[in-house]
DNA sequence: CGGCCGCTTGAATACCGTCAATTATAGTGG
DNA sequence: CCACTATAATTGACGGTATTCAAGCGGCCG
């Protein structure tokens, strides 16, 4: 249940058996689907467990009071989305479903007592928050100086890396491609651009053949040119095992 | 020395005087000065310390390959630049003085011992870190879907209320104003907008009664105002003492 | 097969950026 | 104390990127 998550603190550090086994119990408590359109949890309510994207894509967002409808964040399988946010009253934003999810609905204390009893486990949940908190500086610094094409670029590139950690990304030839369930409506949302120009953006992206995308999938022919495209450098994700001294030693 | 760390974190919780007792000892250890336009930390730098800015004005900031810049966000008195960073090999972004500031360099065990064996302290630090990545989505909206007089009057008001819980704003009259040494330079570069139009914009903003900026201070005549401008909403910021059942029992 | 949702297109326009030059302010040294 | 210099603020003209409005197309689902 909890593999997505797994594999995703896995690129930070080595898990033991046991560190996932409580992952996976956690995990398994109770679980709920949350349809397209509906929310998994609003802004202003006081928040009760922590959620965990088992399956399914949903975003971070905030409204403003006349309706413009800001995405913040994209959240895909293995992603946690409130740790810790349990000691608020009421919480700041929005997450909504994008397609169907299924979402973990984990007690805040049974997660901080599995995370708290393995040292390893604390240490790759406070990567986790930093990367969370990156990826959202990120967003910030794309939508201030990248233009639309940049902006679109950058985010394709962020998710295929996201994808690509959680093993949600296949590799045919050199093409690498993912699902990708997400309207040029919200792209636009996500993006601080009209659907309008999300649009003509997109065609130009496809004359450049810099993305395919047929249906729900995304296909990425030529990666170093989008990166290019997008100034993408991985490096805020942190990928490459910053943790690895804390690696369990396991066959 | 730690004296505006914490009167932000008493936003949440009052602290014990053992509390703050351990934080003014750990902030006491080693204090360096970095003058304006030099870097507290840079992109790809080892964390090795934990900075806490006592005194002076800096900013988080990020350069794209071809040298345009975004500020990702203020840092004042009483910020903690990077709690939790030294777990990764190497820092995502830059945090560069705008101001002389003076920065009490904790080393990182010092301040987790300190924070994990108080469990007020352990919360208190949680809130902070929240109200961090709250204040980065809000950026992310604003950048979004704010106009450039939105966008401005919005980050006043978030500065506004950043600094008065630390105790670094005036109430004259009903007219608040705070230091501000930020040029509209600098405020071009947090707010994704060219110099121009930030010059412009504030004109306009001067014509409505909005602000007033004169020297390094800026005066908001009618914070009602400026904050329907913005369409401002202050939860994000937690500042009614979400805690306020841990709070230490003193005179 | 009809309807709805999402995608696409065109035209007019608004907002904001760029370039370049000028004025103001503040800090420095004679 | 005042000239000198660097930095910051301001202005005008022009152009480009992106928005808005409105309409048409197309595929998927009941």
């Not at 040292?119 to 990367?131: D, E, F, I, K, Q």
């Not at 065609?203 to 729900?216: A, S, V, Y």
């Not at 290019?228 to 994700?237: H, R």
Request: aromatic content about 6%; hydrophobic content about 40%; glycine content about 6%.
């Amino acid at each position: 249940m909890a593999t997505y998550l797994i594999r995703k603190l896995e690129q930070f550090t080595q898990l033991s058996s046991e560190d996932k086994q409580k992952l996976e119990r956690a995990a398994a408590a109770k679980v709920r689907v949350v349809r397209p359109r509906e929310d998994i949890i609003r802004e202003g309510d006081k928040p009760r467990q922590v959620n965990l994207i088992l399956d399914g894509w949903a975003c971070r967002y905030k409204v403003l009071e006349d309706g413009r409808r800001q995405i913040v964040g994209f959240l895909v399988p293995g992603d946690v989305c409130d740790i810790r946010m349990f000691i608020l009253k009421q919480i700041d934003h929005s997450m909504g479903a994008l397609t169907p999810v299924r979402v973990a609905e984990i007690p805040s204390d049974t997660l901080l007592d599995v995370i708290d009893t393995s040292p390893r486990l604390t240490r790759a949940m406070w990567w986790n928050s930093l990367v969370e908190e990156a990826i959202s500086r990120e967003w910030t610094t794309s939508l201030g100086q990248r233009e639309a094409i940049e902006r679109l670029s950058h985010l394709f590139c962020e998710l295929y890396f996201r994808l690509k950690a959680v093993g949600l990304t296949e590799n045919g030839q050199g093409r690498k491609s993912f699902e990708f369930p997400v309207t040029q409506d919200q792209l636009a949302d996500a993006t601080g651009m009209s659907t309008v120009h999300v649009n003509r953006t997109l065609q130009l992206m496809r004359e450049q053949e810099l993305i395919i995308w047929k249906g729900k999938t995304v296909t990425i022919p030529d990666l170093e040119a989008l990166m290019s495209v997008a100034m993408f450098n991985a490096n805020y994700l942190h990928l490459d095992r910053d943790g690895h001294e804390l690696d369990a030693n396991e066959p």
